[in-house]
């Protein structure tokens, strides 16, 4: 069974830091880009960051500077570390794989979904 499990959300002050974590398992993150999305309230799911195999990565304008993506691909895990939190970062915050190997921001690329995290992240 495939399953993304998102974890560390929580209300937090404007200007703290918040950590996300992603467990996969039934599936591996291999060579594949993956990313975090959000998807606040009466609106579309957003990119947020996404990670390749080797390190590179790529940030919504929104959160460059202030958000860092990480990833282990041996372990299947990936975290999203968050600075300077800003009210319009609140959201639930979902993790996801795609099947391509090329960094994508595009909610369409990306075929296997966590289901957020428990605790949206409210700041």
């Known amino acids: 069974q495939v399953q993304l499990v998102e974890s560390g959300g929580g209300l937090v002050q404007a200007g703290d830091s918040l950590s996300l974590s992603c467990a996969a398992s039934?599936?591996?993150?291999?060579?594949?880009?993956t990313g975090w999305f959000r998807q606040a309230s009466g609106k579309e799911r957003e990119f947020v960051a996404a990670?390749?195999?080797?390190?590179?990565?790529m940030y919504a304008d929104s959160v460059k500077g202030r958000f860092t993506i990480s990833r282990d691909g041996a372990k299947n895990m990936m975290w999203l570390h968050m600075n300077n939190l800003k009210p319009e970062d609140t959201a639930p915050y979902y993790c996801?794989?795609?099947?391509?190997?090329?960094?994508?921001?595009?909610?369409?690329?990306?075929?296997?979904w966590g289901q957020g995290t428990q605790d949206p992240v409210s700041a």
């Open positions: 996801a794989r795609a099947s391509t190997t090329q960094l994508k921001d595009v909610v369409g690329e990306y075929r296997y």
């Open positions: 039934g599936l591996t993150f291999s060579v594949y880009v």
């Open positions: 990670i390749r195999w080797d390190g590179r990565s």
